[in-house]
Nanobody
Framework: QVQLVESGGGLVQAGGSLRLSCAAS????????MAWFRQAPGKEREFVAL????????YYADSMKGRFTISTDNAKNTMYLQMNSLKTEDTAVYYC?????????????????WGQGTQVTVSS
């Protein structure tokens, strides 16, 4: 049974940093593309970044480039999202997701498994 568990969310002031973690279990870590999405109240789920654990290749939404960094520790079956220079508009529930096969996607409906989400709140 595949399980994704996020952690690391919290309350931070604008300009601060947080690191989110997503621990995966129940399948071969390197065979799945993985991604972070976020969803603010009243808004659709939004793509943040994706990574291919086997190659380390990454792709970011334009608004996250330069501020967010996605990475994995394959030995720990864990994906991370380092978020710097946080803005109030980054406030959302952040979800990790995975998708079988190599090809990643920016479309949430193309992902197979999801974590429960972790709340990130950025105050002004």
């Amino acid at each position: 049974q595949v399980q994704l568990v996020e952690s690391g969310g919290g309350l931070v002031q604008a300009g601060g940093s947080l690191r989110l973690s997503c621990a995966a279990s129940g399948r071969t870590f390197s065979l799945y593309a993985m991604a972070w999405f976020r969803q603010a109240p009243g808004k659709e789920r939004e793509f943040v970044a994706l990574i291919h654990p086997s190659s380390g290749s990454t792709y970011y939404a334009d608004s996250m480039k330069g501020r967010f960094t996605i990475s994995t520790d394959n030995a720990k079956n864990t994906m991370y999202l380092q978020m710097n220079s946080l803005k109030t508009e980054d406030t959302a529930v952040y979800y990790c997701a995975d998708r079988g096969g190599y090809a990643g996607s920016t479309k949430p409906w193309e992902y197979d498994h999801w974590g429960q989400g972790t709340q990130v709140t950025v105050s002004s």
